[in-house]
Every structure is written in structure tokens, then in C-alpha cells.
């Protein structure tokens, strides 16, 4: 069974040698992940054929509590046939602490099948599922987080169309170079279920897992073995779901020239260095098609072409290849950032409170803390929240091309600065200082590296113009091929939640929801227009979500000034600490009045 390679950014995100008193029955030291209902624990086991299997079994209630007999429980061959039939991620650590400790004898046998057993789909509620503050056990001396023990794993290669990811994992075994993946639903508003979850022997190279083959190899070995040891009911509906995105990918690239909204990969005689992106038009060259295509790059904030969704670069076929690769956020690479700047995206590794948000600032000392970020969560109704950069995971980019530019971006948004702020373009980097008269820029110093001309376009790079005729800007937001579905919203207590495919999941006070549902929308659009690191609405986009997307990043423009002091990390090991006094109370406040056609109405839990 081979290892999948959990790349860590520290000693201790690996489990070490237990000793005798950290294992449990039998010498066998479980790892248990802790959930609302109660806890999983995995554990390798012995069966009567005396071969190796792997266990994991539910107990419901606390973990300060003499523990109950299991309530549900399976036996698979393998931990990657575990996770599959469990429906979560086991992180890759977890994982291998548990192909370690098969060697650790003597192995308990499986257990007994529960004798009232939870059915399967309240198995796969919230409840019994690990969040990324889950306490995992078993690993090292302390408890890790399952949102941290995750954020160690690294695909080589992913594809992310929208409501299902694939992530392929280098791997090691005795003898061979070997795969690991993971397919999961990723559905907007319902927790990522893992549906597949497997390996791939006899790799051609290492640098087959960094390719677009790589997605197609675990796309047929999938199709395999439907045919050949069938599928669960769940894994079948999920193919059959899904069959036209499989379908695509497994097609291989088409002919020249591809067809408008194709995604490329463009090299300029180097394609070893490559820039993503998107044709938006064919025309004629005097030495054959060109395509008119526009670099991910360009939709992000900051950008001088973010607000002309038809500009584009024109560049002849022989130097494109087709791509399954999503939009280019610019987070990893030789253009990605030391430090994020203000309109950058981010998911947080394990708070409790929300899950992902908005950078408004970059803090270079933080309380004499150290460097810190200060973020706008979306899926929590929370004023600023202030994280250090290691709780916190990249997911979009930004590119403001000098100081300057950012500067007056945020004097729009009424973001003023703030002594210990880090500010970093481009093309410049500063420090805030504290001074007598109020907040004060430092001497500004150019950076040393200098980004791809797609990311800051020099001024003799002119865009062209996609013809009239031919005009069909392709949204950053939605992968070719694909139908949006619509936004869902509901209320629970004081919030209203939304879940929008191109926006996540958005929560907002309801009076402030109320404030904004009311105003012109002309008006709200002009509120996020000023605020130029948002994506600008798009001509279909529900009122309710531009409302939603009003209040939680225009409050004070809704209510008048509000001082809010950005929110401290809580002590995990506390929950109650993770609730403020912003956290709403719970209960069924009427729905807002929401002018012209509205979603069916949820009231919540």
C-alpha cells in the first residue's frame, strides 16, 4: 500500500514513536478525531485470515466520558478503501500513522458490528463529519487540528470544474513510483463528500503527476473499475451526474483551432513557463487562426485590464495547449506574494468561526505579536478578524501594480491605514509607521523580482479589443461548459446565509441585510464598486446576493460609522470562546421583504 507523501511544514505534523503509555487495547495506539456527535477511531486490525484490515468505529458522546459501545463501525482492506467508505478525508499523516502501526503487534481483531447501528445518511450530517477544528488524537503528544493536519497535503495535480474536485497525490511505496487520489463532490452549501479514493501504480515519471494525464489516468482507472467491480449506489449517481465534465476531460486536446472558451496554457517559446488563461475569439492572421485569449491574471484585483473583460492578448496556436487546469489565482509559483495584500482571498486552516475571507490588511506587527493578517470573513456574520499568516490558506491573488494604486483603492473604500501595516505590490514594498500626526508611509523600496508581463503588463504590451461581432467575455467565476446554479438563501436566527456558486457561502446580520434588500440597485452596485477588490456584479446576479455582499463589506456605508475592534483567534480547546458578543442569538426572525422573484424560503434550523 503506498505512502502518500505529506509534505509538512514542521516535525511535529508527523506522528512520532509511541510509547507504551500513549497506546491502547491490546498495544495498539488508535487515532481518534474528534466530532459534534462524539468521535471516530481508526485503527488496523487482524482478521480471522490473520491478514491486515482497518477499522474505524463511531462513539457517541464527550471524550470526558466513560465512552459507550460503538454506534456504527466497518472493516476495509486498505485506509485509502476507508476514506472512501467513510466519505471524508483521513489526512495523508493520519493515514500513515496508520499503515505504521499495522506493524505494531499485537493487533486487536475487527470489531463486533454494532448492535443498533446509525443509517448511513445521518452518517454523512454535519454531526458525524470532522470540521477543520476537529482535535485529532493519536499523532503526537498534543492534539493537532484536522483542518491542519489537511493543510499539509499538497496535490501535484488538481481539477476543480466546480462541483467535483480531483486531487493526485505523489506516493511512495517499496518498489515503484505510485499515485494517490481523492475525488470528492464538492456540491456549494453541503460538505465536500469523498466518493473515490484510491492509488495508481506503474507511473511513467514524476512529472506525469503535474499534467493534465494525470487527471485522465485516475479518471480511467475510476471508469475501470465501474466495469469491472462495480460501484456503490452513490458512486454510481456521481458518474452519471457528472458523465459530460468526465467526458471532456477524458476527450484529450482538440484540434486547432480550439473552439471560443477553451482553457490554455501559453508559452512564448519556453513551455516551461506557461500562462494560463482563456480564448475568448479566433481571427484570421496572414499565417493562419490566432486566438484572442485573455490571461487569468487579468481578473484580478488590481489589474489595470480587471474592468475591460474583452481585452485580451492575441498569440498564434503552436504556442497554446489546452489545459483542464482552473483559473490561476497567482498563490504558488514565482509570482506569488510573500505577503497578501488588501482584497485577497483566504481560508482559514482551523477557526472555528468562519472559513474563508477577505484580507483588508497585512499586519507587520501585530500587539507586538508578530505579523498578522487582518480579514473580512464571508461565511460568518463577524466584524475584522485578525489571524497570523500560518492559520490562514492563500486562495486568490492580487495585482496591484504600485503602491499608489492600492493607496487610492482603499482611500475609495474608506480603508484607512494603520501603523505596522505592510504594504506590498508588484513593483514596491512599504511599512506603515505610527508618527504624531497619524499613520505614515515609510520610504518606498522596489521589489526584487519582477512579475510575468500577463501579471503586470508593461506599457508597450497593448491589449486588443475582441471584436464587436465576436464579443463574448468569459467569467472568471465559471468553468466552459457549465450551467450556474442558482443561489440558495435561508435564514438561521439573526443571519441570513447564502449559498451562491460564484461567491460561496456569504452570511450577513438580517438588519443589515434588511438595510440593503431596500436600496436602489444601482445604489448597492455603486457601495461595491468602491470596494474595486470585489468582482463587479454580473448582469444576472440575484439582488439578494448583491445585497448580501452590501452588508457584509459596505456596513458602515448601510449604518454610519461603526467602530469595530477586529476579533481575536479563540482558544480552540474552549468553543465557547470562539462567541462573541456580534454572534447572533438563535432564533426565527421573520424573512426579509426581498422586491421582485424570491428564492424558496428556508427558515433555517
Same mark, same amino acid.
Given at each position: 500500500?503506498?505512502?502518500?507523501?505529506?509534505?509538512?511544514s514542521?516535525?511535529?505534523d508527523?506522528?512520532p514513536?509511541?510509547?507504551?503509555?500513549?497506546r491502547?487495547?491490546?498495544?495498539?495506539?488508535?487515532v481518534?478525531?474528534?466530532?459534534?456527535?462524539?468521535?471516530?477511531?481508526?485503527?488496523?486490525?487482524l482478521?480471522?485470515?490473520?491478514?491486515?484490515?482497518?477499522?474505524?468505529e463511531?462513539?457517541?458522546?464527550?471524550?470526558?466520558?466513560?465512552?459507550?459501545?460503538?454506534?456504527?463501525?466497518?472493516?476495509?482492506?486498505?485506509?485509502?478503501?476507508?476514506?472512501?467508505?467513510?466519505?471524508?478525508?483521513?489526512?495523508?499523516?493520519?493515514?500513515?500513522a496508520?499503515?505504521v502501526?499495522?506493524?505494531?503487534?499485537?493487533?486487536?481483531?475487527?470489531?463486533?458490528?454494532?448492535?443498533?447501528?446509525?443509517?448511513?445518511?445521518?452518517?454523512?450530517?454535519f454531526?458525524?463529519?470532522?470540521?477543520?477544528?476537529?482535535?485529532v488524537?493519536?499523532?503526537t503528544?498534543?492534539p493537532?487540528?484536522?483542518?491542519?493536519?489537511?493543510?499539509?497535503?499538497?496535490?501535484?495535480?488538481?481539477w476543480?470544474?466546480?462541483?467535483?474536485?480531483?486531487?493526485?497525490?505523489?506516493?511512495t511505496?517499496?518498489?515503484?513510483?505510485?499515485?494517490?487520489?481523492?475525488i470528492?463532490?464538492?456540491?456549494?452549501?453541503?460538505?465536500?463528500?469523498?466518493?473515490?479514493?484510491?492509488?495508481?501504480?506503474?507511473?511513467?515519471?514524476?512529472d506525469?503527476?503535474?499534467?493534465?494525464?494525470?487527471?485522465?489516468?485516475?479518471?480511467?482507472?475510476?471508469?475501470?473499475?465501474?466495469?469491472?467491480?462495480?460501484?456503490?449506489?452513490d458512486?454510481?449517481?456521481?458518474?452519471?451526474?457528472?458523465?459530460?465534465l468526465?467526458?471532456?476531460?477524458?476527450?484529450?486536446?482538440?484540434?486547432?483551432?480550439?473552439?471560443?472558451?477553451?482553457?490554455?496554457?501559453v508559452?512564448?517559446?519556453?513551455?516551461?513557463?506557461?500562462?494560463?488563461?482563456?480564448? $475568448?475569439?479566433?481571427?484570421?492572421? #496572414? !499565417?493562419?487562426?490566432?486566438? +484572442?485569449?485573455?490571461?487569468? *491574471? @487579468? =481578473? &484580478? /484585483?488590481?489589474?489595470?485590464?480587471?474592468?475591460?473583460?474583452?481585452?485580451?492578448?492575441?498569440?498564434?496556436?503552436?504556442?497554446?495547449?489546452?489545459?483542464?487546469?482552473?483559473?490561476?489565482?497567482?498563490?504558488?509559483?514565482?509570482?506569488a506574494?510573500?505577503?497578501?495584500?488588501?482584497?485577497?482571498?483566504?481560508?482559514?486552516?482551523?477557526?472555528?468561526?468562519?472559513?474563508?475571507?477577505?484580507?483588508?490588511?497585512?499586519l507587520?506587527?501585530?500587539?507586538?505579536?508578530?505579523?498578522?493578517?487582518?480579514?473580512?470573513?464571508?461565511?460568518?456574520?463577524?466584524?475584522?478578524?485578525?489571524?497570523?499568516?500560518?492559520?490562514?490558506?492563500? $486562495?486568490?491573488g492580487?495585482?496591484? #501594480? !504600485?503602491?499608489?494604486?492600492? +493607496?487610492?483603492?482603499?482611500? *475609495? @473604500? =474608506? &480603508? /484607512?491605514?494603520?501603523?505596522?501595516?505592510?504594504?506590498?505590490?508588484?513593483r514596491?514594498?512599504?511599512?506603515?509607521?505610527?508618527?504624531?500626526?497619524?499613520?505614515?508611509?515609510?520610504?518606498?523600496?522596489?521589489?526584487?523580482?519582477?512579475?510575468?508581463?500577463?501579471?503586470?503588463?508593461p506599457?508597450?504590451?497593448?491589449?486588443?479589443?475582441?471584436?464587436?461581432?465576436?464579443?463574448?467575455?468569459?467569467?472568471?467565476?465559471?468553468?466552459?461548459?457549465?450551467n450556474?446554479?442558482?443561489?440558495?438563501?435561508?435564514?438561521?436566527?439573526?443571519?441570513?446565509?447564502?449559498?451562491?456558486?460564484?461567491?460561496?457561502?456569504?452570511?450577513?446580520?438580517?438588519?443589515?441585510f434588511?438595510?440593503?434588500?431596500?436600496?436602489?440597485?444601482?445604489q448597492?452596485?455603486?457601495?461595491?464598486?468602491?470596494?474595486?477588490?470585489?468582482?463587479?456584479?454580473?448582469?444576472?446576479?440575484p439582488?439578494?446576493?448583491t445585497?448580501?455582499?452590501?452588508a457584509?463589506?459596505?456596513?458602515?456605508?448601510?449604518?454610519?460609522?461603526?467602530?469595530?475592534?477586529?476579533?481575536t483567534?479563540?482558544?480552540?480547546?474552549?468553543?465557547?470562546?470562539?462567541?462573541?458578543?456580534?454572534?447572533?442569538?438563535?432564533s426565527?426572525?421573520?424573512?426579509?421583504?426581498?422586491?421582485?422573484?424570491?428564492?424558496a424560503?428556508?427558515?433555517?434550523?
Amino acid at each position: 500500500m503506498p505512502q502518500p507523501d505529506a509534505h509538512s511544514s514542521g516535525e511535529d505534523d508527523l506522528p512520532p514513536p509511541r510509547t507504551a503509555d500513549q497506546r491502547g487495547p491490546a498495544g495498539h495506539g488508535p487515532v481518534e478525531i474528534e466530532v459534534t456527535a462524539g468521535r471516530w477511531r481508526l485503527y488496523p486490525v487482524l482478521d480471522n485470515a490473520s491478514e491486515v484490515q482497518f477499522a474505524a468505529e463511531l462513539i457517541l458522546g464527550r471524550t470526558n466520558k466513560i465512552p459507550g459501545p460503538p454506534r456504527w463501525a466497518i472493516v476495509e482492506p486498505n485506509v485509502l478503501a476507508l476514506e472512501e467508505a467513510l466519505g471524508w478525508a483521513i489526512p495523508h499523516p493520519a493515514q500513515n500513522a496508520l499503515i505504521v502501526a499495522q506493524f505494531d503487534l499485537p493487533l486487536p481483531p475487527p470489531p463486533p458490528s454494532p448492535a443498533n447501528p446509525l443509517r448511513d445518511d445521518v452518517l454523512r450530517t454535519f454531526a458525524f463529519r470532522p470540521t477543520r477544528a476537529s482535535a485529532v488524537h493519536g499523532l503526537t503528544s498534543q492534539p493537532l487540528t484536522y483542518g491542519r493536519l489537511l493543510a499539509v497535503e499538497h496535490p501535484t495535480r488538481s481539477w476543480d470544474p466546480g462541483p467535483l474536485t480531483v486531487d493526485v497525490f505523489e506516493a511512495t511505496t517499496l518498489d515503484t513510483r505510485a499515485a494517490v487520489y481523492r475525488i470528492s463532490d464538492t456540491t456549494p452549501g453541503q460538505p465536500p463528500t469523498v466518493l473515490f479514493a484510491d492509488f495508481l501504480t506503474a507511473i511513467p515519471d514524476g512529472d506525469t503527476l503535474t499534467t493534465d494525464d494525470a487527471i485522465r489516468h485516475v479518471l480511467l482507472a475510476v471508469l475501470h473499475r465501474a466495469e469491472h467491480n462495480g460501484l456503490t449506489a452513490d458512486q454510481l449517481a456521481f458518474l452519471v451526474d457528472h458523465k459530460d465534465l468526465i467526458a471532456t476531460a477524458l476527450t484529450g486536446p482538440p484540434d486547432h483551432p480550439s473552439p471560443r472558451a477553451t482553457r490554455i496554457a501559453v508559452h512564448d517559446g519556453d513551455p516551461t513557463h506557461t500562462t494560463t488563461g482563456t480564448v $475568448l475569439a479566433i481571427v484570421d492572421d #496572414p !499565417t493562419g487562426p490566432a486566438y +484572442l485569449w485573455r490571461p487569468d *491574471t @487579468a =481578473n &484580478l /484585483p488590481g489589474h489595470p485590464w480587471r474592468d475591460h473583460p474583452t481585452w485580451t492578448l492575441r498569440t498564434t496556436p503552436h504556442q497554446t495547449q489546452t489545459t483542464l487546469a482552473t483559473t490561476d489565482p497567482t498563490i504558488d509559483g514565482p509570482d506569488a506574494p510573500p505577503v497578501l495584500a488588501t482584497g485577497a482571498l483566504v481560508a482559514t486552516v482551523d477557526d472555528p468561526r468562519f472559513t474563508t475571507g477577505t484580507v483588508l490588511r497585512a499586519l507587520h506587527e501585530n500587539d507586538a505579536s508578530g505579523p498578522a493578517y487582518e480579514i473580512q470573513p464571508h461565511d460568518a456574520p463577524l466584524p475584522p478578524v485578525t489571524l497570523a499568516p500560518d492559520d490562514v490558506i492563500p $486562495l486568490r491573488g492580487t495585482a496591484w #501594480p !504600485t503602491i499608489d494604486t492600492l +493607496l487610492a483603492a482603499r482611500n *475609495t @473604500a =474608506n &480603508l /484607512p491605514l494603520k501603523p505596522g501595516e505592510l504594504l506590498l505590490t508588484l513593483r514596491e514594498i512599504t511599512i506603515v509607521a505610527d508618527n504624531p500626526d497619524g499613520p505614515q508611509l515609510l520610504a518606498t523600496r522596489p521589489v526584487p523580482h519582477t512579475a510575468s508581463p500577463a501579471l503586470d503588463p508593461p506599457d508597450d504590451l497593448v491589449p486588443i479589443p475582441v471584436p464587436t461581432g465576436l464579443a463574448h467575455p468569459a467569467s472568471p467565476h465559471q468553468p466552459a461548459g457549465q450551467n450556474t446554479p442558482p443561489a440558495t438563501l435561508h435564514q438561521t436566527g439573526d443571519t441570513i446565509h447564502i449559498h451562491d456558486p460564484i461567491h460561496g457561502h456569504l452570511t450577513a446580520p438580517a438588519d443589515l441585510f434588511r438595510a440593503a434588500i431596500r436600496l436602489p440597485e444601482t445604489q448597492l452596485h455603486a457601495l461595491l464598486a468602491r470596494r474595486p477588490w470585489l468582482p463587479a456584479p454580473t448582469t444576472d446576479q440575484p439582488l439578494y446576493v448583491t445585497a448580501a455582499l452590501a452588508a457584509q463589506h459596505a456596513a458602515t456605508d448601510l449604518t454610519g460609522p461603526r467602530v469595530h475592534q477586529p476579533a481575536t483567534s479563540p482558544d480552540l480547546a474552549n468553543p465557547a470562546s470562539a462567541l462573541t458578543n456580534d454572534t447572533p442569538a438563535t432564533s426565527h426572525a421573520a424573512p426579509p421583504d426581498l422586491p421582485g422573484p424570491a428564492p424558496a424560503w428556508d427558515p433555517g434550523p
